[in-house]
């Protein structure tokens, strides 16, 4: 049973903080970059951030650069993605994505979390 549960999302006011995780099983965690997505009502999927399987590469996108980090616990098959000073703009169902390249790309994707910026 391949799974991605999201789960930290909510409400919080603009320049507040959320810690958001992707508990993972199923799959060879560790072997896995791992990434986080959003998408707001009307919007295109965007990436957030990715980390690689080995842990020594993490790329943000410039919206997020300074605020979000991600990081990973490969013990607990598990990757979070820490949200400081948030915006409104930054509302929108969050995503956790694993992906493994090889002669056959593998990607598996969550459910999703609602994160929602506003006063």
């Known amino acids: 049973q391949l799974q991605l549960v999201e789960s930290g999302g909510g409400l919080v006011q603009p320049g507040g903080s959320l810690r958001l995780s992707c508990a993972t099983s199923?799959?060879?965690?560790?072997?896995?970059?791992m990434s986080w997505y959003r998408q707001a009502p009307g919007k295109e999927r965007e990436l957030v951030a990715t980390?690689?399987?080995?842990?020594?590469?993490?790329a943000y996108a410039d919206s997020m650069k300074g605020r979000f980090t991600i990081s990973k616990d490969n013990a607990k098959n598990t990757v979070y993605l820490q949200m400081n000073s948030l915006k409104p703009e930054d509302t929108a169902i969050y995503y956790c994505?694993?992906?493994?390249?090889?002669?056959?790309?593998?990607?598996?994707w969550g459910q999703g979390t609602q994160v929602t910026v506003s006063s």
């Open positions: 994505n694993a992906r493994r390249v090889g002669a056959l790309t593998r990607v598996y």
């Open positions: 199923g799959f060879t965690f560790s072997s896995y970059a």
């Open positions: 980390i690689t399987s080995a842990g020594g590469s993490i």
